[in-house]
Nanobody
Framework: QVQLVESGGGLVQTGGSLRLSCAAS????????MGWFRQAPGKEREFVAA????????YYEDSVKGRFTISRDNAKNTVSLQMNSLKPEDTAVYYC?????????????????????WGQGTQVTVSS
């Protein structure tokens, strides 16, 4: 079992920044890949970013490249998403997700179905 708790969401103006954090517990955090997803009102949940178990490989959805940065601190069992130059279309509930079944997996998944554990989500609202 893995427990995930997100924090850091809030209301920000267009062009502003937020930093989301996800604290993990329950299994050896440094052994599995992590991802961030988001779901806007009336839309399907979509991939945002993912990071490999060691932190050396990162992947981003095209619309957030150059604005968002995913990182992890394996000593603190946390994964973060730094979001800069925020736009109204970034408004969504953001979820972190864990893929512990894929022990030190070479392939870092970018699809929801690959992730077994999810946090409760944190709301990000970008005002225009």
């Amino acid at each position: 079992q893995v427990q995930l708790v997100e924090s850091g969401g809030g209301l920000v103006q267009t062009g502003g920044s937020l930093r989301l954090s996800c604290a993990a517990s329950g299994r050896t955090f440094s052994n599995y890949n992590m991802g961030w997803f988001r779901q806007a009102p009336g839309k399907e949940r979509e991939f945002v970013a993912a990071i490999s178990w060691g932190g050396g490989r990162t992947y981003y959805e095209d619309s957030v490249k150059g604005r968002f940065t995913i990182s992890r601190d394996n000593a603190k069992n946390t994964v973060s998403l730094q979001m800069n130059s925020l736009k109204p279309e970034d408004t969504a509930v953001y979820y972190c997700a864990a893929d512990p079944k894929n022990f030190r997996g070479i392939v870092v998944p970018t699809i929801q179905a690959a992730y077994d554990y999810w946090g409760q989500g944190t709301q990000v609202t970008v005002s225009s």
